[in-house]
């Protein structure tokens, strides 16, 4: 890993891109960015909460005041729900919908006072099944990376009826 972080605040988050703009005098602005949440920095899917620090954005124009962050949108609302926004993060709480290394982005928007500005959060699920090894005739439990066993399929069984099955050469022809 680069040695990132005197530069980044946020290296340990993965990603955090504060957009170029115009210098602001301190105290009469605020700036975010886009920060991404590499599996690995994440939670699992199945009702896991987790937290994304704001710690890059700079919110020193707020002074205090009153905070509003709110989701603009939210890519995948069945697999991630947000919780809550505060000055200093924002609490996600995953949804048994959500698939290891799914990648979900949210949109938020966070101000005081009169001023504002928008942020992209992307979030990857982490995969708790990962260096998991379960023996023969299991697999991983996606929520919580227990071997289970693998449930046996049913026999098919077709029964014809003239009008909507025909018994070709070539195998079963659905009408």
């Given at each position: 890993m680069l040695n990132n972080h005197i530069n980044n605040p946020c290296w340990c988050l993965g990603t955090c891109t504060?957009?170029?703009?115009?210098?602001?005098?301190?105290?009469?602005?605020?700036?975010?960015?886009?920060?991404l949440v590499r599996p690995?920095?994440?939670v699992g899917p199945c009702g896991k909460v987790g937290r994304v620090d704001f710690k890059c954005f700079d919110l020193t124009g707020c002074c205090?005041?009153?905070?509003?962050?709110?989701?603009?949108h939210n890519t995948n609302p069945e697999k991630l729900t947000v919780n809550s926004i505060t000055k200093d993060y924002l609490e996600f709480t995953t949804t048994?919908?959500?698939?290891?290394?799914?990648?979900?982005?949210?949109?938020?928007?966070?101000s005081c006072c009169s001023?504002?500005?928008?942020?992209?959060?992307?979030?990857?699920?982490?995969d708790l099944c990962d260096c998991i090894t379960c023996?023969?005739?299991?697999?991983?439990?996606?929520?919580?990376k227990e071997c289970i066993a693998i449930?046996?399929?049913?026999?098919?069984?077709?029964?014809?009826?003239?009008?909507y099955i025909a018994i070709t050469d070539s195998?079963?022809?659905?009408?």
């Open positions: 504060t957009p170029i703009t115009p210098v602001c005098s301190k105290g009469h602005c605020i700036r975010l960015g886009n920060i690995e920095d994440s205090g005041q009153e905070f509003n962050g709110v989701v603009i048994s919908e959500a698939n290891p290394l799914d990648k979900i982005t949210l949109t938020i928007k966070i001023l504002a500005d928008y942020a992209q959060i992307t979030i990857f699920i982490k023996p023969t005739g299991f697999t991983c439990n996606k929520c919580d449930q046996e399929i049913g026999e098919l069984i077709l029964t014809q009826d003239p009008e195998g079963i022809k659905l009408n």
